[in-house]
């Protein structure tokens, strides 16, 4: 561990699976609340995060939608959006595909476009300032219905050319993937690309679906493949993506001890995992904490952070000649 640290920390990275509500730090969710004179349930940042105590994901989700509440105008969404982008320049991120909830901001009456202004003016700012490049993916809330989806669909179309994609998150069990068949049909034929949370708490099945009726690009987590050896052959054989979040596993109780994290067996087994953070506001790390978290617990080797760093450059929505540059830097560095 001595020098898998360092080794990880100048990796050059590609992060696919953080959600931007989720980087909300409690120290900014004070400062946002006093701003826009909300008075939160907490007396002070250490009461936050002792409340980060989660037995499963709705414990975490109900805390979640909670906190985002303080984010009000667009400064306060590019706020966000610029503290997460420090991060990633100060752990060596270089591109970076994040989720957007925009149901948890427009059920509370903020416009749609405060929330996508904001981001995306912190995105290209990230660009200009860091050399970080970005992708911007919109999820549907599944505990909410059909219908509130296709809406929300219908208030992305005109900003098309500032979402890459469309996504799928909140509460799994009970809310599969094919209660959203329709909307994802649309969204495809309106050119979004598709990945959507599959696999975390819920079945294989969800993740079948996730490739069957949704038609993802990638499956965010997925662990729950490696139950089904049909489906991991699947996996395999289309080189189709995890992104994988062992701090959010381990928060979240979907694995109980990072020492029995699937992670190093998922590789194993040739599929194409990847390390994300998730929403590491709440989950108590960013990228380097879930690299560093996981190759101590499951003795991971130079050769494995690198083939996970490649296959985060592979999956992501780049273009061919933009992975390839980047490609090259992880290469280099593991000539180095
Ligand atoms: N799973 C489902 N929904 C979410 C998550 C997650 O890990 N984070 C934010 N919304
Ligand atoms: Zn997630």
């Known amino acids: 561990m001595v020098e898998i640290a360092p080794f990880i920390e100048k990796l050059p990275k ?4 953080l959600h931007i509500e989720g980087s909300l730090e ?9 701003r826009n004179k909300i008075k939160l349930p907490f007396k002070s940042v250490e009461e936050v995060r002792k409340a980060y105590d989660f037995s499963n994901l709705q414990d975490f989700l109900d805390i979640y ?16 959006t610029w503290a997460y982008l420090e991060k990633c320049a100060a752990q060596n991120v270089i591109h970076t595909e994040i989720f957007f909830d925009p149901q948890g901001h427009t059920g509370r009456g903020i416009k749609f476009e405060t929330v996508l202004n904001g981001i995306t003016r912190a995105l290209d700012d990230g660009k200009k300032k860091f050399g970080i490049s970005s992708g911007l993916i919109m999820c549907f809330l599944r505990h909410l219905s059909e219908e ?16 890459i994609g469309v996504g799928l998150d909140s509460s799994e069990k009970g809310h599969p993937p094919s209660k959203f068949a329709r909307v994802f049909a649309k969204a495809r034929t309106e050119g979004f690309l598709i990945v959507a949370h599959a696999g975390e708490e819920g079945p294989p099945e969800y993740v079948w679906e996730a490739l069957d009726v949704l038609k993802v690009n990638r499956i965010d987590h ?17 080189g189709m993506a ?20 699937p992670l190093k067996k998922m590789l ?5 995992a990847t390390v994300n953070s998730d929403d590491p506001a709440y989950f108590g790390g960013y990228m380097n904490d879930n690299y560093k978290a996981v190759a101590k617990a499951l003795n991971l080797e130079k050769s494995h952070l690198l083939t996970l760093a490649r296959n985060s450059v592979e999956a992501s929505f780049l273009t061919d000649a933009e992975k390839s540059v980047l490609l090259q830097k992880v290469n280099a560095y593991g000539r180095s």
């Open 65 to 80: 939608y909670q906190g985002m509440g303080v984010l009000q105008t667009e400064q306060d969404f590019y706020d966000l």
């Open 148 to 163: 509130a989806a296709f809406k929300t669909l219908e208030q992305a179309i005109p900003y098309k050319s500032r979402i």
């Open 268 to 272: 194993e087994l040739g599929l194409k």
């Open 14 to 17: 590609v992060e696919l699976h």
């Open 222 to 238: 997925g662990n729950r493949s490696l139950e089904d050896t049909a489906l991991v052959a699947r996996l395999v054989k289309e």
């Open 242 to 261: 995890l992104t994988v979040c062992p701090l959010s596993n381990l928060k979240l109780c979907v694995v109980r001890d990072m020492r029995n994290h």
């Open 26 to 34: 409690p120290e900014l969710m004070f400062s946002l609340a006093q």
